[in-house]
């Protein structure tokens, strides 16, 4: 069974960074898309960024020259730099990946950018 754990949330004040992981666990053949996802209270959740297997990145307009999304396949982690953080950025942050043509989320990690 195919998990995923995200952790690196937390506190920071505004300007400051954080850098997210998401780890994958389990029986895992092959690696698809990968992908960080946020959610403020009452709202959506919206995409922050992707990055494709071949390390084809996308990012939301919101998060452009703040954040940098990566992955590291030998480790089954994917990350996110957040840096230049705003209040705006304060949401739940959920790792989304496709492993064995199926796709995978986390359980979700708090950040709050608050002074």
């Known amino acids: 069974q195919v998990q995923l754990v995200e952790s690196g949330g937390g506190l920071v004040q505004p300007g400051g960074s954080l850098r997210l992981s998401c780890a994958a666990s389990g029986s895992i053949f092959s690696y698809g898309d990968m992908g960080w996802y946020r959610q403020a209270p009452g709202k959506q959740r919206e995409l922050v960024a992707t990055i494709t297997s071949y390390r084809s990145t996308n990012y939301a307009d919101a998060v452009k020259g703040r954040f940098t999304i990566s992955r590291d396949n030998a480790k089954r982690t994917v990350y996110l730099q957040m840096n230049n953080l705003k209040p705006e950025d304060t949401a739940v942050y959920y790792c989304?990946?496709?492993?064995?043509?199926?796709?995978?989320w986390g359980q979700g990690t708090q950040v709050t950018v608050s002074s």
């Open positions: 989304r990946a496709t492993i064995d043509l199926s796709v995978h």
